[in-house]
């Protein structure tokens, strides 16, 4: 299993970024998707989730700026981030929690990192 994460990089405070992560692999089924995101000094924290019927939940720092979704067809989450501030400046992590058709039981796969920059 591989989740590819991409559409970091650099951009202005106030700007916008969308960042997509696509599941790859013997997978079975998909339950909840999420993002993660890990500054320097800082411990990994939670973004946003996404479950398989589409609810979803946001840090408080996020809301109303970060939009998750998903794509189940294409195994994609996604995470519309507007409004960018630089303390959101960090690695974005992709994680999903699946079966694959090896193991019946489920297991969190995370993705390599995309690096978010955020200049005032």
């Known amino acids: 299993v591989q989740l590819q994460a991409s559409g970091g990089g650099l951009v202005q405070a106030g700007g916008s970024l969308r960042l997509s992560c696509a599941a790859s692999?013997?997978?079975?089924?998909?339950?909840?998707m999420g993002w993660y995101r890990q500054a320097p000094g800082k411990q990994r924290e939670l973004v946003a989730r996404i479950t398989n019927d589409m609810s979803t939940h946001y840090a408080d720092s996020v809301k109303g700026r970060f939009t998750i979704s998903r794509d189940n067809a294409k195994s994609t989450v996604y995470l519309q981030m507007n409004s960018l501030e630089p303390e959101d400046t960090a690695v974005y992590y992709c994680k999903a929690d699946l079966i694959t058709w090896a193991s019946p039981a489920e297991s969190s796969y995370w993705g390599q990192g995309t690096l978010v920059t955020v200049s005032s």
């Open positions: 692999g013997n997978i079975f089924s998909l339950s909840t």
